[in-house]
């Protein structure tokens, strides 16, 4: 079993690209999963307690609950509006989170590993965490509201747990990626750890902790339990066991620390394996800088999808931001690539197609030859796309399914069917081109899932591509000919920026 998860994200601001970066990278590969015939499940979500949604709440002149009704709901709607295939959506204020929260705080207790103490220092509100006297001046100077705080809380003892995380990271070397993210997950580890709090009094927004009522959960233990409450931690379902032997999380360098090594001590100590992945991926810069409230560059999805269509935006994203670096976003760049990639390549080669079909073969597409001149280019295209895919790298899958269709648009101008007469050469052809149609539909629905239904139907084919299964979907010569080819409006008009 496949699963897939996002961060779950704060509902003290809406939606913006960044977010929608990790979330239409973790539909993509579940879809991929999906096509693969793995069992997946997928979970995105909100992450709804702690003080900076409190605050919020207060600026908006709401209760925190409603203002974390009103942003879930923005979330959800934004990833409706992207097609994220999610198969649930979590909200850390549900009962059935509680309940895991609890659980989970109380088995970490019953193993010694949580004690109480008293906290003395500062606190970033921004980045709901605990900050050093060093690290105070250069918050102040990015904006970041930080207090100063005297409290008693429990802490987690993270000293404890450095030699069992060296241990695991070392039988498990995939376990964080890429390995510069490993490395710095390392680092940290080395450097020595220490405890770290996990309650707090002088709030009462979050989860009570089980055995002291005036404490509530910290946010990062609350937020981290996500992952496991929606697999059905807590909650006597069934699925628990195999759902969290197969557990990805996507994140951002951003929240490192806590997923990469918090997370797996406290699951240790509460008896449960770390998650199998964790990909950790670089932000998505606007104007050289990361995206946020105060910095006012956050651009909202629905205005890329406005100019670009859906499918033009996810491809943008999963195209053109490798996983891993940070890379910068630019409109420039997105209209370039949509250009070159989508409406010459991609839209050209089924505009042609369809156009000849209908004027030389009588709008009946041909099946294609069993060994097509195409079908060499085909089969090493799959190999090396199936290969990104499974090591969670967008870019490379997709650059490698262009070569397909840049092969078929190549061949189709070597041939010219449409300036031939109809008959058993053109049908050869076109027959070779309906099949590439046929693949690049299914090698490239994780990405553009309305589109490639819509080629799918166009080349004549039932159902979508999303319910083939691979890898015999993509064996050489399965466009069944015969199929009626409609021409309709361009997939990708042309844009001028
Ligand atoms: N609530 C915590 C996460 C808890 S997970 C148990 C949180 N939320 S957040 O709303 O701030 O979202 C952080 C995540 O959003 C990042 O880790 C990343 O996945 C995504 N991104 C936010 N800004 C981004 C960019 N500019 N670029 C790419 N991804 C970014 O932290």
Request: aromatic share 12%.
């Amino acid at each position: 079993m496949k699963y897939f998860t996002t961060p779950i994200y704060y509902v003290n601001d809406a939606p913006h690209i960044g977010h929608a970066y990790t979330t239409i990278t973790a539909d993509a590969v579940a879809r991929w999963s999906r096509l693969r015939g793995d069992k997946t499940f997928f979970l995105t979500g909100t992450d709804e307690h702690g003080l900076k949604v409190q605050r919020a709440a207060e600026e908006n002149g709401i209760t925190a609950q409603e203002q974390a009704d009103r942003f879930a709901v923005r979330f959800r709607e934004a990833w409706q509006l992207l097609d994220i295939s999610n198969d649930d959506f979590i909200r850390t204020t549900e009962p059935r989170h509680y309940t895991a929260v609890q659980k989970l705080l109380q088995a970490c207790y019953d193993n010694g590993d949580i004690e109480l103490g008293t906290y003395e220092g500062f606190y970033s509100v921004a980045d709901e965490a605990y900050v050093t006297a060093d690290e105070v001046s250069e918050l102040e100077r990015l904006g970041r509201s930080v207090i100063s705080m005297e409290e008693e809380n429990y802490f987690f003892k993270l000293s404890r747990y450095g030699d069992r995380l060296l241990e695991w990271y070392e039988s498990h070397p995939d376990f964080v990626q890429p390995d510069v993210r490993r490395n710095e997950a390392l680092g940290f580890i080395r450097q020595g750890l220490k405890d770290f709090s996990i309650s707090r009094t002088s709030i009462d927004w979050g989860v009570p902790i089980p055995w002291d009522s005036a404490h509530v959960t910290y946010v990062w233990f609350d937020a981290l339990t996500n992952y496991l409450t929606a697999a059905g931690y807590g909650t006597g379902d069934g699925q628990f066991a195999e759902r969290w032997a197969g557990a990805t999380h996507l994140i951002g360098k951003d929240i490192l620390r806590f997923h990469c090594v918090y997370w797996p001590a406290m699951l240790l100590s509460a008896g449960l394996e770390p998650p199998r992945h964790i990909y950790v991926h670089g932000f998505l810069l606007v104007g050289g800088e990361k995206m946020s409230k105060t910095r006012a560059n956050q651009i909202a999805p629905a205005d890329m999808v406005a100019d670009f269509g859906v499918d033009g935006f996810r491809y943008h994203l999963l195209r053109d931001q490798p996983f891993g670096p940070d890379a910068p976003f630019s409109y420039e760049g997105m209209v370039a690539r949509y250009n070159a990639d989508l409406a010459n390549n991609l839209g050209n080669l089924l505009a042609r197609v369809a156009a000849v079909v209908a004027s030389k073969c009588g709008g009946v597409g041909p099946a294609p030859a069993a060994d097509g001149p195409l079908a060499q280019v085909a089969a090493d295209v799959y190999a090396a796309t199936a290969e990104a895919w499974r090591s969670m790298a967008p870019s490379v899958a997709l650059e490698a399914t262009w070569r397909l269709i840049r092969e078929a648009n190549s061949h189709l101008e070597a041939n010219e069917p449409w300036k031939s007469d109809p008959g058993p050469e053109v049908d050869a052809v076109m027959g070779d081109a309906l099949e590439v149609l046929r693949l690049v539909a299914v090698l490239a629905d994780p990405a553009m899932p309305r589109t490639c239904a819509t080629i799918w139907s166009r080349i004549g084919l039932e159902g979508s591509p999303a319910d083939v299964r691979l890898p015999e979907a993509v064996e050489w010569g399965r466009y069944p000919g015969g199929v009626p080819v409609v021409k309709g409006a361009p997939l990708f008009p042309r844009i001028t920026a």
